[in-house]
Nanobody
Framework: QVRLQESGPGLVKPSQTLSLTCTVS??????????WGWIRQPPGKDREWMGA???????YYSPSLKSRTSISRDTSKNQFSLQLSSVTPEDTAVYYC??????????????????????WGQGTQVTVSS
């Protein structure tokens, strides 16, 4: 069973860049048909897909966050990371990393469907405040 664990600072100041890392164990992030996503849940709101990186290293982003989001990976450490720039208090949320298994030709809409992600980290609270 794959395991995912988020890590990073719990407090970020407005206008700074939020950086989180997801460490994956028991499965390689280069395993075929795997998609590794970042999803967040602000207080009182639904979970929101932010973006993903697939097993080839290709990246996909939510249109609403694309201008501020960057996802990368380090295959030697079996990790992938999120950077969200110019944060505001509205970016305060629990941030999750998760995995989806999607075989064949996959439309972006499917990659962005939170319900497709079957393995999740425990989540990490990030608060944006001065």
């Amino acid at each position: 069973q794959v395991r995912l664990q988020e890590s990073g600072p719990g407090l970020v100041k407005p206008s700074q860049t939020l950086s989180l890392t997801c460490t994956v164990s028991r499965r390689s992030i280069t395993a075929s048909s795997t998609y590794w996503g970042w999803i967040r849940q602000p207080p009182g709101k639904d979970r929101e897909w932010m973006g993903a990186i697939d097993y080839t290293g290709s990246t996909y982003y939510s249109p609403s966050l694309k201008s501020r989001t960057s996802i990368s990976r380090d295959t030697s450490k079996n990790q992938f990371s999120l950077q969200l720039s110019s944060v505001t208090p509205e970016d305060t949320a629990v941030y999750y990393c998760a995995r989806a298994l999607l075989v064949g030709s996959v439309p972006t809409s499917m990659i962005g469907d939170v319900a497709r992600y079957d393995s999740w980290g425990q989540g990490t609270q990030v608060t944006v405040s001065s």
